[in-house]
């Protein structure tokens, strides 16, 4: 069992940046690959960025390419999503998510595939 808790989230103007946190409790974090999704108001929760258990790999939807960073520190059971040049538009609650996967390095996309989610941070980009 896996729970995670996100912080970070708040309100900043457009072009401002956000550094949100997923801390995991439990001993075998090294073993999960984590996620991070977003769900706008009235809209479905999408992927936004993903790592592999150790780090190696990552994955990022189109629209936060070059904006977005997501890390990990399995020292300290966290990850990372750093957000820079916001916009409007990624405007949502933030969930992170663990992927049971001791055994391969994967970052996935698809949120069915998770094993365990956080409750979630606003994060608001005002105009």
């Known amino acids: 069992q896996v729970q995670l808790v996100e912080s970070g989230g708040g309100l900043v103007q457009a072009g401002g940046s956000l550094r949100l946190s997923c801390a995991a409790s439990g001993r075998t974090f090294s073993r999960y690959g984590m996620g991070w999704f977003r769900q706008a108001p009235g809209k479905e929760r999408v992927f936004v960025a993903a790592i592999s258990r150790s780090g190696g790999s990552t994955y990022y939807t189109d629209s936060v390419k070059g904006r977005f960073t997501i890390s990990r520190d399995n020292a300290k059971n966290t990850v990372y999503l750093e957000m820079n040049s916001l916009k409007p538009e990624d405007t949502a609650v933030y969930y992170c998510?663990?992927?049971?996967?001791?055994?391969?390095?994967?970052?996935?996309?698809?949120?069915?595939?998770?094993?365990?989610w956080g409750q979630g941070t606003q994060v608001t980009v005002s105009s």
């Open positions: 998510a663990a992927d049971y996967s001791p055994l391969v390095e994967r970052a996935r996309a698809n949120q069915y595939e998770y094993d365990y």
